[in-house]
């Protein structure tokens, strides 16, 4: 089983909360997997360092750049919001993620057009 987790908004919220969960969850063999919607630009440098002070382990990241071309233009509009909502609904569905835990309305939406299990953190 796969759970999808994003990093602000949601882990950023709960660290400690979050890392027992994850902890639980991969004892159970639980991949876990991170969708921000940080990008490269934002610094994976300051990702690591906060997944390492919080505890949280996980199997795969994906940063914005690693999904956005699973959406067009006509997907959102211009709308950033949006259309990472839809990218990372989009990212679930190819990578079989079974639940996405996101913050975000615009993911919750794009979860629910998808056909993708969610948690709204």
């Known amino acids: 089983m796969k759970i999808g987790f994003d990093i602000d908004g949601t882990l950023q919220s709960k660290p400690k909360f979050y890392s027992f969960l994850i902890k639980v969850l991969r004892y159970f063999n639980v991949e876990i997997i991170v969708i921000t919607g940080r990008s490269r630009f934002d610094g994976i440098g300051l990702t690591d360092f906060q997944m390492r002070t919080w505890d949280i382990r996980f199997d795969k990241i994906f ?59």
């Open 63 to 121: 940063l914005r750049e690693d999904y956005e071309n699973l959406v067009t233009e006509a997907d959102f509009a211009g709308n950033l919001d949006k259309q990472i909502g839809v990218a990372k609904a989009r990212l679930c569905k190819k990578l079989g993620v079974y639940l996405m835990v996101d913050d975000m309305e615009e993911v919750i939406e794009a979860c629910k057009t998808e056909g993708v299990r969610y948690w709204k953190a």
